[in-house]
């Protein structure tokens, strides 16, 4: 499966046409900003934890009245074509779309429209990257879920998130419970809460911190598996954090017919 490797004063990544999944970044040659489990297999029709996955047209188990066949949606799923690869010293940009017959074979993609079309713009040099999730929906009104999903590589164990106090949450690690948190959030244990609002993130490591902002999103999701999880092997879910920016559940967005919906995240080291 092909993946682009750029490099340039600015730093090194790698971006794979698999889901347009972004599996390293590397600013001016230092530490990776994103996680990849070793057990991550990049074979189409799955799925795995790391780097930046891109959820649509649904993300988790979706909502409504019907069961999903697999979580976080179909783009994440195929191989998207790639339209543009530019790089310089100062920067690096690529350009994927996919189209609505590329997961026609999928489970679940009979229940979206046949000419939804995604394009993904991935931009990134020495302190910032961008993604940009772009959905147009040419004849139909449709309502659907996004999100970027970024493994953040940071000690789960001693990492700090804040700017998501006094925000209400829904706790999907004990069915949905409401609340919101007065303190910087800390992780001891399994965690999966979805925020309803998507202001500026900071993720402090002790060494480092780094910003996370999005445009286009109504909710963020903070998700680690914690000890014990079947998920990951070992103590990989010490290895890093997902702090999410899309809209997913109530929060999910109507794109009429003839609209476009875009998505953007930013992370800032």
């Not at 004063?9 to 972004?22: I, M, N, S």
């Not at 998207?80 to 940009?93: C, G, I």
């Not at 139909?140 to 001693?158: E, G, I, K, N």
């Not at 002790?206 to 092997?233: C, F, I, M, Y």
């Amino acid at each position: 499966m092909r993946i682009h490797e750029l490099t340039g004063a600015w730093g090194t990544a790698r971006v794979a046409e698999l889901g347009g999944c972004v599996l390293s970044w590397r600013p001016r040659g230092g530490d990776d900003v994103l996680f990849v489990s070793a057990e991550a297999a990049l074979t189409p029709g799955d799925m795995w934890h790391g780097g930046i996955p891109v959820c649509a047209p649904w993300f988790g188990a979706g909502r409504g009245d019907w069961v999903v066949p697999h979580s976080h949606g179909l783009v994440s799923r195929v191989p998207w074509r790639t339209d543009l690869v530019e790089q310089s010293d100062d920067r690096a940009k690529v350009v994927m779309t996919l189209g609505s017959a590329d997961v026609a074979h999928l489970p679940g993609a009979d229940r979206y429209p046949d000419d939804l079309g995604y394009r993904l713009d991935i931009c990134m040099d020495a302190s910032a990257l961008t993604a940009t999730l772009t959905i147009t929906s040419p004849s139909s009104s449709v309502v659907v879920d996004q999100a970027f999903h970024p493994y953040l590589r940071v000690d789960a164990t001693t990492v700090t998130v804040t700017g998501l106090e006094g925000v209400g949450f829904q706790d999907a690690a004990d069915g949905w419970a409401p609340g919101s948190h007065d303190e910087p959030l800390t992780f001891d244990g399994r965690t999966d809460l979805v925020y309803e609002s998507a202001p500026p993130v900071f993720i402090n490591d002790g060494v480092r911190t780094r910003r996370l902002s999005s445009h286009g999103a109504s909710r963020t999701v903070v998700w680690n598996p914690g000890e014990g999880n079947d998920q990951l092997p070992g103590d990989e879910w010490r290895q890093f954090i997902c702090v999410e920016f899309g809209n997913v559940r109530t929060g999910a967005v109507t794109i009429p017919a003839g609209g476009v919906h875009r998505l953007a995240m930013t992370i800032e080291v």
